[in-house]
Nanobody
Framework: QVQLVQSGGGSVQSGGSLRLSCAAS????????MGWFRQDPGKERMGIASIDLGGKTNYADFVKGRFTVSQDFAKNILYLQMNDLKSDDTAMYFC?????????????????????WGQGTQVTVSS
């Protein structure tokens, strides 16, 4: 089992940048598929980006070209670099992990596939 602790986030003006971090502990981090999600109040959680065991990434269309997911296996940390932020990006952001069958992550952005979650961090973008 993996435990995820998030940091980063905060408030920024439109067009600005933020970086979120997600530190993993517990089971071997390198064996997990990782993802970033966000949720607006009263709405369903949606997938933003995922990264597989080999570093292959997948992004939701609305963040492509602006957000970058990466990971540091030496430090067991997952990152989400967010550039050119817009007011629509305001939300609670979550990192998540799942242990894939047959080491295949599939680039999933479906929240239901991820049983392990960080505590969430608020990102607020003002126009």
């Amino acid at each position: 089992q993996v435990q995820l602790v998030q940091s980063g986030g905060g408030s920024v003006q439109s067009g600005g940048s933020l970086r979120l971090s997600c530190a993993a502990s517990g089971s071997a981090y390198s064996t997990y598929c990782m993802g970033w999600f966000r949720q607006d109040p009263g709405k369903e959680r949606m997938g933003i980006a995922s990264i597989d065991l080999g570093g292959k990434t997948n992004y939701a269309d609305f963040v492509k070209g602006r957000f970058t997911v990466s990971q540091d296996f030496a430090k067991n940390i997952l990152y989400l670099q967010m550039n050119d932020l817009k007011s629509d990006d305001t939300a609670m952001y979550f990192c998540a992990a799942f242990s894939p069958p047959y080491n295949y992550c599939s680039g999933s952005l479906a929240p239901g596939e991820y049983p392990y979650w960080g505590q969430g961090t608020q990102v607020t973008v003002s126009s």
